[in-house]
Every structure is written in structure tokens, then in C-alpha cells.
């Protein structure tokens, strides 16, 4: 099946402290954003491109996009005032004829190419597929300061992007969600209230999300570990 690959690439990041936006921000000497597009181009599934960026952005966008020489349609917009608003913009860009569309954070530099294969095979299947990976640490839930209770973390995994999905099924999830006035962190949360089958492809702990400095530091380092290999 083609899919479409949406980047997600509108966030300010305030908490890094950058003058530039967050997908701009260079890590190992390349943007956020270069990454992710590198890994798009990896994907010979993926027909088309759409980018979504700050207003102001998208020449920008479009250097970087050509310095990663893909080899596919490529489209850049101006992103919304939440991500759910900058996917459906995007959403709206993408060609009818794709049956699948994939979305991914660049803010999530570090996906690999074989975890987009992997969501795209998986939504292919059943309607829709996220990379995520289990929940390692203890889960407290906490209410004025103190413990409320300890949450038993079998079963739970923490959701990463990409996340990959027939488009028939992300376009009518994102179209309740604006009749409904639904608000979600992620796409998988508009197509789980849909009823469609979403499934879990494990994903890595090295696709952080870059959040905070450290965050930084940490990409610095995988990346550093990765050439060294």
C-alpha cells in the first residue's frame, strides 16, 4: 500500500530555551527535522511528504527536505495552534490516493526507518498502529503532594510516534473529533474512539522526544554511539 508521511514539525519548544524552533534545533550538526526526513526517505512505501512548520518556516523546511534528497512529492504548511490542528491541516494535504498515512514528531529525531516499515505493515493489517514501548518504571498516582496510590504498570506502554493509520479511518477521526470537540495528545486517541483496531508495533527507548535540554544531551549521545558503530 502508499502512505503518506506527515511530519509534524510546528512546535516553538519553548522549554529549550532555542531561538529557532524545536525541529530546527541542530543535534550532531544536522536539524531535528533532517532526521526524520532521512528515515522517510529509507521508507519505499511512502509516496509523498507533507511537512507542517511555524509560520515563516517553510523555506526552511524546504532546504532541508532538498538537502535529504528525497525522491518524492514533498508539500510544507504552516502548522496549527495545537498539534491535532497542524495534523489535520496536513491531513488535508495529503493525496486521495494514498491509502495509508503515517504521522511522526520531528521532535522525534531518532526513529529509525525500520519502525516506520514496521507501523506502516501493521496499520496496513488492522486499520492503525503506533510505535510504543513498555512502561519500565514504577507509576505512582499522585494527588496534593502525596501518594494516592501505586498503579500496577503490567499491560501499560508508553506511546511514541510514528503512528500510522488507513487515511479513510484518520480522515473521519479527525473530522469527529472537530464535530465533537475532541481533544488528543495523539492520533491513536481520535481512531481508538472510532472503534478501530489500533495496534502496538514496539518502538525503541532510543526515540525519545526532545523535550528539555538533557533531552538534547542524550540525542547527542545515541547519535554519537550510532556513527561510532
Not at 531561538?19 to 543535534?27: C, E, L, N, R
Not at 518556516?57 to 524546504?62: H, I, T, V
Not at 522525534?108 to 498502529?129: M, Q, S, V
Not at 495528545?185 to 528539555?212: C, H, Q
Request: glycine residues 8%.
Amino acid at each position: 500500500m502508499t502512505a503518506s508521511a506527515i511530519i509534524v514539525a510546528a512546535g516553538i519548544g519553548a522549554r529549550l530555551g532555542s531561538s529557532v524552533p524545536k525541529a530546527f534545533i541542530k543535534i550532531g550538526g544536522r536539524t531535528m527535522l533532517s532526521y526524520s526526513l532521512g528515515a522517510v526517505g529509507q521508507v519505499s512505501s511512502i509516496g509523498e511528504v507533507v511537512i507542517t512548520v511555524p509560520e515563516g518556516f517553510e523555506s526552511s523546511a524546504r532546504a532541508e527536505a532538498a538537502a535529504a534528497g528525497l525522491g518524492v512529492p514533498v508539500k510544507i504548511t504552516p502548522g496549527g495552534v495545537e498539534r491535532q490542528d497542524s495534523v489535520r491541516i496536513a491531513l488535508g494535504l495529503t493525496s486521495s490516493e494514498s491509502e495509508l498515512v503515517i504521522v511522526h514528531d520531528a521532535a522525534r529525531p531518532l526513529a529509525t526507518p525500520a519502525i516506520f516499515e514496521a507501523c506502516i505493515a501493521a496499520a496496513a493489517r488492522a486499520g492503525g498502529a503506533i510505535a510504543a514501548i513498555p512502561v519500565a518504571d514504577t507509576l505512582k498516582r499522585v494527588a496534593d503532594g502525596a501518594i494516592a496510590a501505586t498503579v500496577a504498570r503490567a499491560g501499560l506502554w508508553q506511546a511514541q510516534t510514528p503512528q500510522a493509520f488507513r487515511r479513510a479511518v484518520l480522515v473521519a477521526a479527525h473530522r469527529r473529533a472537530v464535530s465533537e470537540r475532541i481533544i488528543a495528545t495523539d492520533d491513536a486517541d481520535l481512531v481508538e474512539r472510532t472503534g478501530v483496531r489500533v495496534e502496538v508495533v514496539e518502538g525503541s527507548t532510543a526515540n525519545i522526544k526532545i523535550t528539555t535540554p538533557s533531552d538534547l544531551a542524550i540525542a547527542e549521545a545515541i547519535i554519537a554511539a550510532r556513527m561510532a558503530d
